[in-house]
């Protein structure tokens, strides 16, 4: 869980939004997610926000059992410095990841970098380890 901050334009915060307790996305989750990252926009260019991205509060205001247009309005009335508490996605297949709207991320999921990675590094330190005790 992270807090974020980031300087809006007059065209918005440059990303959209689904959830709300009237539009979950997840079954039981009225939780608020980014849908889509608009190209060029405060969000991209940023690029802290990811699509998946779980937003818990924005400018200390919690998003909890929200409708989702009341979540809208919070959003589009932020104002020019906003601070987001956000939680990444963990897993791309989960949540709202698949409600892209269009956008084109590309690229493999980030598990799909780390996990191997991890295996590895993981491997080599075992392998140090062993090394140096029979020294």
Do not use: C
């Not at 959830?19 to 997610?33: M, P």
């Not at 059992?65 to 919070?74: F, Q, T």
């Not at 690229?107 to 970098?113: D, E, M, S």
């Not at 080599?124 to 140096?132: C, D, F, K, P, T």
């Amino acid at each position: 869980i992270k807090s974020e901050q980031a300087a809006v334009t007059p065209g918005g915060l440059g990303f959209n939004i689904v959830g709300g307790t009237d539009q979950q996305v997840i079954s039981n989750d009225s939780s608020i997610y980014v849908s889509r990252i608009k190209k060029d926009g405060p969000a991209h260019l940023d690029g802290r926000l990811q699509e998946g991205d779980k937003i818990l509060a924005i400018n200390g205001r919690d998003l909890k059992n929200l409708r989702h247009m009341d979540a809208v309005e919070l959003f589009k009335n932020a104002g020019y410095d906003v601070s987001l508490k956000i939680q990444h996605r963990l897993q791309p297949e989960n949540g709202p990841a698949g409600h892209r709207g269009g956008g084109d991320s590309g690229g493999l999921p980030l598990a799909a970098i780390l996990v191997p990675g991890l295996a590895l590094a993981a491997a080599a330190v075992w392998i140090l380890l062993r090394y140096r005790h029979r020294m």
